[in-house]
């Protein structure tokens, strides 16, 4: 993959990305080029990526405008949700580190969804503001748009959930009463 300066990739764990110039460093008395990644999301800073390894990195182009709206529809889906706090951990690390907006929409809507349920641990509401931060970023950087404008995206895709989630919930409990009765009847009868 050959990096273009002036465009923007998405770096895993870290977002989006404006490409800057090739820099030439000398280390371990050897001369080695690097890509000058500018990370574009509220925590800033540079990435020096060795050009010989920007294959190896996972790096990804932003996404598409018209997958968007898949993005957002991605988060409205409700999605299981581990009870072991190590087994959550561990899947979000996984997803977190494959760079995927999807993934990154899939740990923002579950861990949503148990926050609303009960409290987060430190760990994973620090998780949830972090994936969350860079879905947002990322949205902003596709759409030209602010990102207050594609949290407001992100927030209305979450209240989707939820009430497709109480929705959902609200059947089982129907069709738990439901069964309840006829086997009620049957007992009965």
């Known amino acids: 993959m050959i990096l273009t300066a002036g465009s923007k990739i998405v770096y895993p764990s870290q ?8 820099v030439n460093r000398i280390i371990d008395a050897q001369p080695r080029m690097f890509y000058q990644l500018l990370v574009l ?4 800073g540079d990435l020096f ?12 182009p932003l996404l598409n405008t018209s997958e968007i709206p898949k993005l957002l529809d991605h988060l409205i ?21 494959s760079g995927s907006a999807f993934d990154l929409a899939e740990i923002v809507g579950s861990l949503t969804e148990l926050n609303n349920a009960r409290s987060l641990s430190f760990g994973e509401h620090k998780t949830l503001e972090r994936a969350k931060g860079l879905l947002i970023c990322e949205i902003a950087e596709v759409m030209g748009t ?5 949290k407001e995206q992100i ?5 989707a959930r939820a009430k ?18 006829i086997m009620h009847q049957a007992v009965s009868g």
Do not use: W
Not at 41 to 44: L, Q
Not at 146 to 150: K, L, N, S
């Open 15 to 22: 977002g989006a990305c404006l490409i800057g110039p090739i």
């Open 155 to 159: 927030e209305t895709a979450l209240k």
């Open 41 to 44: 999301n509220d925590c800033g």
């Open 49 to 60: 990526i060795p050009v010989e390894k920007i294959e190896a990195v996972g790096i990804r």
């Open 164 to 181: 497709k989630a109480q929705a959902g919930s609200a059947a089982r409990r129907r069709m738990a009463a439901s069964r309840d009765q």
């Open 146 to 150: 602010t990102r207050e404008a594609a």
């Open 77 to 97: 889906q409700p999605a299981a949700i581990a009870a072991n706090y190590r087994q959550r951990n561990s899947h979000n690390l996984k997803l977190f580190t």
